[in-house]
């Protein structure tokens, strides 16, 4: 290939020039890997061989590796690196009791191997305005997978088999060059004065290139890319990017595109800010992009226009980010413009203030002659005042207005809030709010609505002392009118409390933001305590009532839990909620809790408990109970001769798991025990023996397993090797057995 003969050349120049006698502090060093390993498997179902499989692994590599500086670095310096990487596997997967089925019989094998290379020469001469740098690089590693295909589908395994069944290798060239021409800091010779008439010129190519056609999932692609960049004047920056990217196997995922950009963006893609005064600053940039694919969809002109501007004065600053975008698609022609201004100041050590202005329209003129309009036009501001007086106030004003092809809606928001300081009390904060929303939309003048909503909100925090603090709030929230619906803005939200949210107990949540007229009360009673610097317990009751004209109310209850408690050896955290809900004489209520303890007296003893119980209506027909508990314990013995280590490790897991339906007729509970004794003997320092055993119960058939498991393995440090034996067995349902043999040797030279 030819990039590949490039690179082999460009290392090679590079290993030349290094052994040419003018190269400094070279480190050269040579790498090697070899790597092997071996699956035997086997299953039998009531009695019949179902699965026979074995595989073989093997993967190998060599690279030579050099680095150093020319003369000492005042001129630049070299990485070279050479290699080659080959791998393969031959696997075999038999059914015995049904060779003709392909889903259980499979062969798969693949043999690839490629080259290793990377190249890397940085030339910068401290005293000229010249820095170039020169790369290739394939340094992509082969990797195996397991199991993607063969027995593993068939389900219910024991050991799992972890056979090889894909290779994923090929080629990830990565190529490119980097010019940089101009004026540096650090030049000292006498030639600075003409260097500094010389402009500054970035050159930038990049080559990626992606080349695997015998995996399961094949890969072929490539990408280039030019960039020409230089300044012109102070901080102008004129860019000139080209970009095409083939894909061989896809070609309808290939495409070219070509940009040219002016304007305050440097070679590094940073925006630069030119000082117009000593407290105005902008920073503008337009770029032209033309984007070509085969598909017609896909393939797009565009112009982009940025104007930004800071103003920063002694008591008030303001800044604005401009865009101006002209699109033209297979949907037509698409002019789109937003203009935002934000200012904020301060009147005095009391009260400062803020505001906003946004504006945004879109056009798209269609192919057809049709065209759709939408714009949206925003503004608020926000004074805080009295902030050193015993109650804050802070008040608010929104409004906005958006039209969306000849949809319009007139939104309003205003409000007041206020809050305690230290200055009122040190035991009592108080605050709070009310703010009113109004809607006007039209759409066209046969659907017309109006729309209130309202809030007010309480708020009472009690702290008698540095360990507890109680909290009470209330919250009132009314709707009146007709929902716009299908109307919305960008600033003011119809309904902002009935948004709804997500997770485990949102059945639970009143989140319809699509209701007309509604009252809604939420009561919450919170209380925090901290008895020790490391305990946290807090404790919440919240009442949610919802009521609708025509409609019966609708009322949440939730009581939340939580302990936290964490010292050097124990850990313990606890969590319970508990939701109910009344709605028309329906009934629907769910506990879900959960919680971890942690004990760790010395570096001999571990233990967790971990643990999730959950029950409740899903509906009001249907109730499930899930319980989740696992619990784990491991002792590790250490040498008392000379330096410390792990002699032996003994280690015991509990798992348990059980889950029950209950609706019209009640189900039969699934469960699923497991206990597991693990133990591993450190001999040596770099040998270990180990052994496991697995006894299961499965629910409902009293279906019963039990896995053996024993493994001994090397470990230096260029030298690892294991060979592992398992066995496992199920009583009933299919009455399986199943056998696995593994070894793995890896030698690093």
């Not at 050099?66 to 791998?87: A, C, M, P, Q």
């Not at 809030?417 to 809607?439: G, H, I, P, Q």
């Not at 600033?491 to 809604?520: K, P």
């Amino acid at each position: 290939m030819p990039i590949k003969r490039d690179i082999i050349l460009l290392c090679t120049l590079a290993t030349t020039v290094a052994g040419g006698g003018f190269a400094r502090e070279a480190a050269a060093r040579v790498t090697a890997d070899a790597e092997l390993g071996y699956v035997g498997y086997e299953a039998e179902a009531n009695g019949k061989k179902v699965v026979s499989a074995h595989s073989f692994q093997q993967r190998y590599s060599l690279i030579y590796q050099n680095s150093g500086l020319f003369y000492d670095g005042r001129i630049g310096s070299y990485d070279v690196n050479l290699g080659y990487e080959w791998g393969s596997f031959n696997t075999k997967i038999k059914n015995p009791s049904d060779p003709t089925d392909s889903g259980s019989n499979a062969n798969p094998s693949i043999s690839a191997g490629h080259l290793l290379y990377r190249g890397e020469v940085v030339l910068d001469p401290l005293e000229l305005p010249l820095k170039i740098k020169a790369y290739s690089y394939d340094m992509n590693r082969l990797a195996f997978t397991k199991d993607s295909t063969g027995p593993v589908s068939v389900g219910g395994t024991l050991v799992g088999p972890g056979l090889t069944t894909d290779l994923q290798d090929g080629v990830s060239i990565n190529t490119g060059v980097t010019m940089l021409f101009g004026v540096k800091n650090g030049l000292t010779n006498g030639y600075n004065a003409i260097f500094q008439h010389i402009p500054l010129v970035m050159l930038d190519y990049r080559d990626e290139l992606r080349k695997d056609t015998k995996s399961t999932s094949p890969i072929d692609t490539r990408l280039r890319r030019l960039a020409f960049v230089s300044l012109n004047k102070r901080d102008n920056w004129f860019h000139f990017r080209t970009t095409r990217f083939d894909d061989h196997l896809n070609p309808t995922q290939s495409f070219t595109e070509s940009q040219f950009q002016l304007g305050t963006i440097d070679h590094l893609l940073t925006r630069r800010w030119i000082d117009m005064t000593n407290w105005l600053k902008i920073s503008t940039d337009g770029q032209f992009t033309k984007h070509t694919t085969a598909d017609a969809v896909r393939t797009f002109e565009s112009y982009d226009f940025n104007l930004f501007a800071v103003a920063e004065r002694r008591s008030w600053d303001a800044r604005t980010f401009t865009t101006f975008t002209r699109r033209k698609d297979n949907d037509g022609l698409t002019l789109e413009r937003t203009i935002p201004v934000y200012v904020k100041g301060v009147l005095n050590g009391d009260t400062d203030w803020k505001g906003t202005l946004y504006a945004r329209d879109q056009k798209v003129s269609r192919p057809d002659g049709s065209e759709s309009l939408m714009n949206d036009r925003n503004g608020s501001l926000r004074v805080d005042m009295f902030k050193r007086a015993p109650f804050t106030l802070g008040t608010f004003t929104k409004v906005e207005h958006s039209e969306s092809n000849g949809a319009k809606i007139l939104s309003f928001e205003g409000g007041v809030e206020t809050a305690s300081t230290r200055r009122f009390s040190r035991d009592y904060t108080l605050s709070a709010s009310y703010n009113v929303k109004y809607f006007d939309a039209a759409n066209g003048q046969a659907d017309n609505s109006t729309y209130l909503n309202q809030n007010a909100a309480a708020r009472l925090t009690y702290a008698p002392s540095t360990t507890m603090r109680i909290e009470a709030e209330e919250n009132v929230s009314t709707g009146s009118g007709n929902n716009p619906r299908v109307y919305s803005n960008q600033s003011i939200v119809i309904n902002g409390g009935l948004t709804g949210n997500t997770g485990v107990g949102s059945a639970f949540d009143h989140n319809d933001a699509n209701v007309n007229e509604y009252l809604r009360s939420v009561t919450t009673l919170a209380g925090y305590w901290t008895p020790l610097p490391r305990l946290k317990v807090s404790t919440a009751l919240s009442e949610d009532i919802l009521t609708q004209p025509g409609m019966p109310s609708d009322s949440v209850t939730a009581v939340r839990g939580d302990i936290d408690y964490s010292v050097s050896d124990v850990t313990v955290r606890v969590r319970g909620n508990y939701r109910y809900r009344s709605q028309g004489g329906q009934v629907t209520d769910f506990f879900d809790g959960q919680g971890v303890v942690e004990y760790k007296p010395n570096s001999h003893l571990e233990t967790s408990l971990y643990y999730i119980y959950s029950f409740g209506h899903d509906t009001p027909t249907t109730r499930t109970e899930v319980v989740d508990i696992r619990q784990r314990v491991s002792y590790s013995f250490f040498s008392t001769r000379g330096l410390a280590r792990k002699l032996l490790e003994i280690s015991e897991e509990y798992d348990y798991n059980r889950t029950q339906n209950f609706g019209m007729t009640v189900s039969t509970p699934t469960s699923t025990q497991r206990l597991t004794l693990g133990a591993r003997y450190y001999p040596l320092r770099s040998l270990f023996v180990g052994g496991n055993a697995r006894f299961s119960l499965l629910e409902p058939n009293s279906v019963t397993e039990q896995v053996y498991n024993a493994s001994i393995g090397v470990t230096f440090s260029k030298l690892q090797a294991s060979l592992d034996y398992s066995y496992g067995k199920r009583d009933g349902n299919d009455n399986r057995i199943e056998k696995r043999i593994s070894a793995n040797v890896k030698k690093i030279f």
